[in-house]
């Protein structure tokens, strides 16, 4: 069990998860603290941000099935 915790990938999990758990918090309290004009356009901001970002991972896995398809067996 020692030798678990002594493993870098077993911290560099653990610390990610923490991210994914914590980071969003930061960000909506951040949001939150902020004045009404402000939190408009940063809600705004990030509403934009989450569709780009979503567009895009559908573009890249759209190519990846053509490129797939399209590969000689």
Known sequence: MASAFLDKWVWITIFSVCLII???LI???GVLNLPAELRIIATICIILLWGVVSGYKDWIVSKER???????E
Do not use: G, H, M, S
């Not at 053509?66 to 000689?72: G, I, N, S, V, W």
């Open 22 to 24: 914590v980071l969003p």
């Open 27 to 29: 960000v909506v309290w």
């Open 66 to 72: 053509e490129k797939e398809q399209a590969k000689p």
